[in-house]
């Protein structure tokens, strides 16, 4: 008999702690919600988009308020009740118009509440100070005209009224960063950008952008003087030789290759490998120092002769019939065999290696976006993130890649869109399009 009470007092005890558990689990926990906004919420303009995630780990959220208030004056910015538990996470996104809320320039208040579906409706609250900014930065520019060339690169430098998160030069769907620089002493902007080869007076739309850190937006069209210029066509035969000479090693570099025609693997190494190998110089080439470590004018091969030009249009013909195009982006240049390459001007490697079409190549960068290219080397003498000077050796010309005989292919890139490189072998060019528009004085 003592036993068998004893046994019931354990299950009871068993029971109230078992439903106890399950109480602070559920309806009776005690966690309180989370919630998460991002830090660019500090500063709201004329139109700023906010994005809110609220969370519970436990039943979930049972109501959630997005609240600012300016001048002991509430606005609800957004509002949601959650019936039914189980809703552990809720980003709520709400597209502020400031004005039409009548906020004001100045200080105000971000109130963002969350309610949980346990007994006690466990709350959390967050308040955040933030500032109203209806006044988008103005841009004052130091240069009244630029002469620019289509294919060519050209910089641009300026004043705003305040240091921004974003500011540089879109020209068409194009975007090039500004860097911060010194302009007669001031804190100023520069940025380098490329204008396409087809560029004509108007297209594509050149233009100064400036987002501060409200999200006001301010564009300032560039003055351009569009210069009139023509660029070759040329056709190349493929012949039996080259093609049997150089295509054994895309095949064994690229397995699904494998088997196909030599014809069948120039046109893949032609177009799909070709737009690769751009995609991954442009990735390298993104990742530039915010200053100039260029000095002076750019380096070209020694005693070496121009034999293809930037933006030659070649057209590959096989038995007589066209079986694919490119456009030349680089200088291609020859000299003697397993010639010495220098670095065109100071800078840190970014990039060594084989790089498909374009065979062992090295990428320097020079600083805000400029960089340097050297392809088809039979031999490399540097290491990424090595410093290098102007003049220094880097490797040895060669056929490697998709070349027919030793040669260096160099090309100049503006944040990854390659420009004409016989721009910056020129003194004259570099000092009135570059130089001098950065020593401006007032």
Request: aromatic share 8%; proline share 6%; net charge neutral.
């Amino acid at each position: 008999m003592r036993k068998r009470f004893w046994y019931i007092v354990g299950c009871l005890v068993l029971l109230i702690a078992g439903g106890g558990g399950w109480f602070l689990l559920t309806a009776g926990e005690r966690d309180k919600p989370a919630v998460e906004i991002g830090a660019d919420a500090a500063f709201i303009g004329r139109q700023k988009s906010l994005a809110v995630t609220f969370s519970d780990s436990g039943r979930g959220l049972r109501h959630t308020e997005i609240v600012i208030t300016q001048d002991n004056k509430p606005r609800v910015l957004s509002t949601i009740d959650f019936p039914e538990t189980g809703v552990h996470s809720k980003t709520v996104s709400v597209a502020m118009d400031a004005a039409a809320l009548k906020l004001n320039d100045g200080p105000a208040i971000l109130t963002l509440t969350a309610v949980d579906h346990s007994l006690w409706k466990n709350r959390t609250t967050v308040t955040r100070p933030v500032t109203i900014d209806f006044l988008p930065p103005q841009i004052l520019q130091l240069n009244t005209q630029n002469h620019i060339n289509p294919g060519g690169t050209c910089i641009v430098a300026y004043y705003l009224s305040e240091a921004v998160p974003l500011t540089g030069v879109q020209v068409g769907d194009l975007f090039y960063p500004a860097y911060s620089v010194t302009l007669s002493g001031k804190p100023g902007y520069a940025a380098y950008f490329a204008l396409p080869l087809d560029a004509t007076p108007g297209v594509p739309q050149i233009r100064i952008l400036a987002r501060d850190q409200a999200g006001n937006e301010t564009a300032s069209g560039i003055p351009a003087l569009i210069q009139k210029r023509k660029f070759r066509d040329d056709t190349m035969t493929l012949t039996e030789k080259f093609l049997g000479q150089i295509m054994p090693e895309f095949q064994a570099l690229i397995p699904e290759l494998r088997g196909k025609s030599p014809l069948e693997t120039f046109i893949h190494v032609n177009t799909v490998l070709r737009k690769d190998n751009l995609k991954t110089i442009q990735s390298f080439c993104l990742k530039s120092e915010p200053r100039p470590l260029w000095q002076d004018t750019f380096l070209r091969m020694k005693n070496a002769a121009p034999m293809a030009l930037f933006g030659d249009r070649r057209t590959y013909l096989y038995n007589g019939k066209p079986v694919g195009e490119s456009l030349h982006n680089g200088v291609d240049l020859a000299s003697l065999v397993h010639a010495p390459i220098e670095a065109a001007n100071n800078g840190i490697v970014r990039f060594t290696g084989m790089l498909g079409i374009y065979g062992n190549a090295v990428i320097i960068d020079h600083g805000m976006g400029l960089s340097t290219l050297y392809a088809h080397m039979s031999g490399i003498q540097v290491k990424p993130d090595q410093n290098v000077k102007r003049g220094e050796m880097i490797g040895l010309s060669g056929m490697t890649g998709l070349a027919g005989g030793d040669h260096l292919h160099f090309g100049v890139a503006v944040h990854g869109q390659f420009v004409d490189p016989r721009e910056w072998w020129d003194p004259h060019w570099i000092a009135d399009n570059v130089t001098k528009k950065l020593d401006v004085s007032f």
